[in-house]
Nanobody, 125 residues
Framework: VQLQASGGGLVQAGGSLRLSCAAS????????VGWFRQAPGKEREFVAA????????LYADSVKGRFTISRDNAKNTVYLQMNSLKLEDTAVYYCAADRNIILSQITRKSEYDYWGQGTLVTVSS
């Protein structure tokens, strides 16, 4: 599976962006798919994910209520809709996937085998 993240850009605080993560292979519900982000000088952190096996989702507290992860299995694409963006959302956003992650591991970046190349989101004041 190869992942391609896109949709990043420059947006003003309070604005919205939608990121896409397109998979070269078929990402069925057997894969957990997540979004992570890495701000300059910081560790890569968990943002949101679909659990393996269905539509259940999990969000970091910092984005809950503002970001929404969704998927289109027919297009092998996972999306991250980001609303009410804040300056602190500025980061490179990565999508990741794995077939073997259990729920307790889903926020751990080390558990994901497949990664996209990242797309930069810059939020300005």
């Amino acid at each position: 599976v190869q992942l391609q993240a896109s949709g990043g850009g420059l947006v003003q605080a309070g604005g919205s962006l939608r990121l896409s993560c397109a998979a070269s292979g078929r990402i069925s519900n057997n894969y957990a798919v997540g979004w992570f982000r890495q701000a300059p000088g910081k560790e890569r952190e968990f943002v949101a994910a679909f659990k393996r096996g269905g539509g259940s989702t999990l969000y970091a507290d910092s984005v809950k209520g503002r970001f929404t992860i969704s998927r289109d299995n027919a297009k092998n694409t996972v999306y991250l809709q980001m609303n009410s963006l804040k300056l602190e959302d500025t980061a490179v956003y990565y999508c990741a996937a794995d077939r073997n992650i259990i729920l307790s591991q889903i926020t751990r970046k080390s558990e994901y085998d497949y990664w996209g190349q990242g797309t930069l989101v810059t939020v300005s004041s």
